[in-house]
């Protein structure tokens, strides 16, 4: 997973210190590791995938794009940064009112897979977020047009066209694929 690093090996309080900057980073084994330059279709998915849920999950949650999260990682300290994530209110109170990387694991993160990228970094990443606590993790797939839900570490369910997903840890969610790349004007 980790490409390339910033070469310098940081502390988490050091990482999180880092000024903010055109290029998204992401703390993996103490390195700030650059995260993959979205192109269009990656922005695109992400923005409308970030909508819908948004509209979904208002009242409910928090609903993050390229928001650092908290976590261990093989008893290391990891600060991943999902393209979206969704935190409820009850894991992060509504009155949690922080300028800061997310404190808790969320119920939901996304990655969107860029060229570069391969499903075997994303099995091995779901792996490393169920072990941190995360619920659900999607990958969505623009060269597939497809969403691949982890349920757990070990099992998952590949989504495509029209077959809608639901999961009852996110009660009145109901989205298909076909919507989501319609919505994002790539069908």
Same mark, same amino acid.
């Given at each position: ?21 055109? %290029?998204?980073? #992401?703390? @993996?084994?103490?390195?700030?590791? /650059?995260?993959?330059?979205? *192109?269009? &279709? ?61 404190? %808790?694991?969320? #119920?939901? @993160?996304?990655?969107?897979?860029? /060229?570069?990228?391969?499903? *075997?970094? &994303? ?65």
């Amino acid at each position: 997973m980790v490409k390339a690093s910033t070469g310098n090996k940081l502390t988490l309080e050091e990482f999180l210190a880092l000024p903010e900057g055109d %290029v998204n980073y #992401e703390f @993996v084994d103490g390195y700030a590791v /650059p995260k993959v330059s979205p *192109k269009f &279709f990656h922005s695109t998915l992400q923005l409308t995938l970030g909508l819908l849920l948004r509209t979904w999950f208002k009242g409910k949650g928090r609903v993050g794009s390229e928001w650092a999260i908290l976590l261990k990682r093989k008893g290391k300290d990891w600060a991943p940064v999902p393209d979206l994530s969704f935190i409820s209110y009850k894991r992060l109170p509504k009155s949690w009112q922080r300028n800061e990387a997310c404190p %808790v694991p969320p #119920e939901l @993160v996304i990655e969107i897979i860029s /060229p570069d990228q391969t499903m *075997k970094e &994303f099995e091995d990443k779901a792996k490393d977020y169920f072990a941190a606590g995360v619920s659900r993790f999607w990958v969505v797939n623009p060269e597939l047009i497809s969403i691949r839900v982890f349920l757990s570490a070990d099992v998952s369910q590949v989504y495509t066209d029209s077959m809608p997903i639901v999961d009852i840890l996110l009660p009145g969610l109901e989205l298909t694929v076909r919507q989501i790349f319609e919505e994002a004007e790539l069908l």
